[in-house]
């Protein structure tokens, strides 16, 4: 074959990948919803949202609450949307807000309790009652790690849920640290003696927060080198006691428990004892993705940081999420309400 030819059929190439890769990246983005941005009466002052609803189903539509991670987390959080268009294709809109003081929303995320979510909850769900495009017989909850905390508080104080999910939730506060440390380490390769006194000084820390010692205690205990910042502390101050185990035990509302079995953050092994022990069997389905993050990515996405994965969520991050995960969460939904 001629050099010519050859770089003919080499650009021939290029051209049909690159095409493909178009066309791969306009399907994975594809979702079939309309957003709104929204201003919301919370409980701390406004709250700012986005109302993402079908664009094929006529209204009214259900709703799915969205209750976020820890963090200083956006509406979005740059993963969202593949799970907003699959609630979509069940019919759902989907209402989820900024964290206080993220993307210029008032207040301040550190300065919450869990109370303080949960009452934020429940100031968009009364919002959600004003609309006349929002059919609130079909109200549900999805919640990510910890919304483990605040979701099964507000599933125990209402009747008018239908039906919730839980990704990861986290049931205690000081376990899931400590697990955390000790995942996080022993996957990025540390000693096992490194992975001890790591978890030691975690512990050693929420002992001192247990004995009710001040920020300039904590700095003066040495450790942490360099210590966390005061608000950091504060916000650990006010949480460190959380435990979702007698809210879990009072929730009446079918849940769905989805679990990644590569979890760094929660014990995926004692949330699903937790919730199997403390619920009725007949309302809680568990599904568990052997391979799949704390989030439900595969291939590890959540826990890599480098251009391929950037790239891949920011262009197609439908295809970030653990095969399956999508369509367990649009199945649930539907029948739920069914």
């Known amino acids: ?70 963090g200083p987390n956006d509406a979005d959080t740059g ?13 759902f809109a989907v209402l989820s807000w900024d964290k206080p003081g993220v993307d210029g929303a008032p207040g301040n995320w550190l300065n919450q309790t869990i109370h303080d979510r949960v009452s934020e909850v429940q100031s968009v769900i009364s919002w959600a009652y004003k609309r006349p495009d929002l059919d609130t017989t079909r109200i549900g909850i999805w919640g990510e790690g910890q919304a483990g905390f605040v979701v099964p508080e507000v599933l125990a104080a209402r009747s008018d849920i239908r039906f919730a999910t839980l990704v990861g ?26 992975v001890a006194a790591a978890v030691d000084r975690r512990d050693r820390f929420f002992t001192l927060l247990e004995s009710g010692s001040n920020y300039q205690t904590y700095v003066r205990s040495g450790i942490d080198s360099p210590p966390m910042l005061a608000p950091a502390f504060a916000f650990a101050e006010r949480n460190f006691r959380a435990d979702a185990a007698n809210a879990v035990a009072r929730i009446s509302t079918p849940l769905l428990l989805v679990l990644g079995g590569e979890d760094r953050a929660v014990d995926i092994a004692q949330t699903e004892s937790l919730y199997r022990s403390k619920m009725r069997s007949d309302l809680l389905t568990v599904k568990t993705f052997a391979d799949a993050t704390h989030i439900i990515t595969r291939n590890q996405i959540e826990y890599r940081d480098d251009f391929r994965v950037s790239a891949r969520t920011l262009f197609a991050p439908t295809s970030v999420y653990a095969p399956g995960y999508l369509d367990t969460l649009r199945i649930f939904a539907k029948h739920a309400i069914a």
């Open 1 to 70: 074959m001629s050099r010519k030819k050859m770089a003919l059929a080499a650009l021939g190439t290029i051209l049909a990948l690159a095409l493909g890769l178009v066309v791969w990246l306009l399907v994975a983005k594809d979702y079939a919803i309309a957003e709104e941005h929204v201003t919301i009466e919370g409980p701390r002052g406004e709250l700012h949202a986005v109302l993402a609803k079908p664009v094929q189903d006529a209204n009214p539509h259900g709703v799915v609450i969205f209750v976020q991670d820890r």
């Open 79 to 91: 993963t969202y949307r593949p799970i907003w268009d699959a609630y979509a294709k069940a019919g």
């Open 169 to 194: 939730p986290s049931t205690n506060w000081i376990h899931d640290r400590l697990f955390a440390v000790r995942a996080d380490l022993t996957a990025r390769g540390d000693s096992t003696t490194e």
